[in-house]
């Protein structure tokens, strides 16, 4: 796929500083192949990038595919332990950073040699750079060469390293160019991170494919969205759930349609969300469903209900109850598409005649075994089919939590309170009851916490008809920035772990209906304790410790007015 762009005149990567044929950047890329077969040391051919949306980035896997090597992507949000580990476990021999990133990295056991961390932006570097030629090295068989080593987000567990050959990237972007209408006449803008399976398989991959130009932001930003498409010209972007609703929270202007953006691609984005964006920008925003993994695959179809996925694929995708191993039946739904038989309907989803696009996992046989079962491919999301056989996403295990007695699914609550203005983005998930099961908590995101109306959205909740009694938060969160890894997900497990144990404010439901929040002052936690130990429950509080990037202060939580419907 790159060596069909070498001599090609055709616009190929664009910054806001500077732009580059498709025959430059195949000469960039040669020259990175070059300098990474003079450097690297004996071992797997691992080459770490530690950089944001910058050029460097995209000659670097232009670079490792002409040389056969294997890009790892490193995230700069992980914290020194975490990422140290990630360099360390996937074989790293040589890393490209920049200055800052180059300080950092010199101060960690990363079993790298301080020679071989490569400072983009030094003399040393631009030396050696201009001592490499830019012939294109002697063409060898590389369908089955490891390309990249992806990690996993880590939202809900361990994150791990994603093997994809040159083989399956290529058959992605050319899937990707048939379902999405890629060609050669798209401006692509890329403001999701390049570590990331999202850029790379359903951006710069696909452009690659047909010679569309790529255009790059260092970083996401709300603020820039509309100036850097219109400066780019771009017509298609892929996005999360939450930079969408960034975008949105920007002060709105009748200019906003005049741009060349036709459509987006991502996922995580409320059918209200992407109905917004269309009627504010004039662009089509495309959910899909999919991992770094592969496996179960979805076949869109225009024909699909709001919310639903499409149809699966082929007969093999099903939705599995685990335990009996059994297809679960179709899921009933009432008339504001709820599911009303959840505990026979949700299962996992689940490709039985295995995957033959899961490469596996780097050196993690524990983690393949577990994705691998009875030669079928686990999917690790739940799912249901409804009876006309469209597929829905019901999150992942941790999605759905047991209120009295009930399995209530997170996802519906977070899609109602992402519906309410002010709110940027919203998490839902379950704590320990005092009594028994679970306790519905919710976080939501919004510009400023003292100033949010909690009175103004209990009363909302109180009217949803979307929304079950056991669907309302009982504990409310108001945050000013819900942790989220560097693709803008939000990092649940961070926020149940805290639980209510925050500095931030928190609310808990006063009473019966109508729905009533009132501050959980210092003495609301101590009783709240007192109740676990009542209960013979006292232990819940234990498991599981604080994230460190979010500050626990215990009874300090600030007080505030009690608020109701």
């Known amino acids: 796929m790159l060596r069909a762009r070498a001599g090609d005149a055709h616009p190929g990567l664009r910054t806001r500083d500077q732009d580059w044929t498709w025959a430059q950047v195949v000469e960039e890329s040669a020259r990175r192949a070059a300098l990474a077969a003079r450097l690297l040391r004996p071992g797997p051919p691992h080459i770490g990038v530690l950089l944001s949306n910058v050029p460097e980035f995209v000659f670097w896997l232009g670079g490792a595919a002409l040389g056969g090597a294997t890009l790892v992507g490193i995230n700069p949000t992980r914290d020194d332990d975490t990422l140290a580990g990630e360099v360390r476990h996937t074989d790293c021999r040589m890393i490209v950073t920049d200055a800052a990133g180059a300080a950092r990295l010199r101060r960690l056991d990363l079993g790298v040699d301080d020679d071989q961390i490569l400072e983009i932006d030094s003399a040393r570097y631009r030396e050696l750079l201009a001592s490499c030629s830019a012939a294109l090295p002697e063409p060898v068989p590389l369908a ?42 798209d401006v692509d803008y890329c403001c999701m991170p390049l570590f990331h399976g999202n850029a790379l398989m359903a951006l710069w991959a696909p452009a ?30 892929t996005y999360v759930g939450k930079a969408v609703a960034y975008i949105l929270a920007t002060p709105p202007d009748p200019a906003d349609a005049d741009n060349r953006l036709t459509r987006g691609f991502g996922t995580e984005a409320s059918p209200e969300d992407r109905a917004r964006f269309q009627r504010r920008f004039g662009a089509v925003l495309a959910e899909g469903y999919g991992s770094s993994e592969g496996g179960a695959v979805v076949r869109p179809d225009p024909a699909a209900p709001p919310g639903a996925l499409g149809r699966p694929a082929h007969d093999g995708v099903a939705v599995i109850d685990a335990e009996t191993l059994q297809r679960c039946p179709a899921a009933v739904l009432d008339a504001h598409g709820h599911v009303t038989n959840a505990e026979e309907a949700v299962g996992e989803i689940v490709d039985t005649t295995g995957s033959p696009s899961f490469e596996g996992y780097y050196h993690n046989d524990d983690a393949d075994a577990q994705r691998l079962r009875n030669g079928w491919y686990w999917s690790g999301d739940l799912g249901y089919l409804d009876t006309d056989g469209f597929l829905y996403f019901a999150g992942r295990h941790g999605d759905w939590v047991r209120v009295d007695g009930e399995n209530t699914s997170t996802l519906v609550t977070e899609r109602v309170l992402r519906r309410f203005p002010g709110v940027l983005a919203a998490a839902a998930y379950g704590v320990p009851d005092p009594r028994s099961g679970d306790r519905l908590m919710a976080a939501v995101e919004v510009a400023d916490p003292d100033r949010f109306d909690v009175a103004a959205l209990a009363g909302y909740l109180s009217t949803q008809d979307d929304l079950g009694s056991k669907g309302i938060p009982r504990l409310l969160r108001v945050s000013a920035r819900l942790p989220a890894t560097a693709s803008n997900k939000i990092v649940k497990r961070a926020l149940q772990q805290q639980r209510w144990d925050t500095a931030e404010l928190v609310y808990e439901w006063a009473g019966r209906a109508p729905v009533r929040y009132v501050p959980l002052t210092a003495a609301g936690k101590r009783t709240l304790a007192s109740e676990f130990a009542s209960h013979g429950r006292a232990h819940l509080l234990t ?3 604080p994230m460190p990037a979010l500050p626990s202060c215990g009874d300090s939580a600030p007080a505030g007015p009690a608020v109701s419907a």
């Open 144 to 185: 089955d060469a490891l390309m990249l080593l992806l990690f996993t987000s880590g939202t809900t567990g361990a994150s791990k390293a994603v093997r994809c050959t040159q083989g399956r990237l290529s058959r992605i972007a050319y899937t990707a160019v048939g379902k999405f209408g890629h060609e050669r006449a």
């Open 543 to 545: 498991l599981g410790q």
């Open 208 to 237: 690659l494919a047909v010679g569309a130009t790529v255009c790059l932001t260092p970083k996401f930003s709300a603020s820039q969205f509309v100036s850097d498409i219109r400066y780019f010209g771009a017509t298609y972007f």
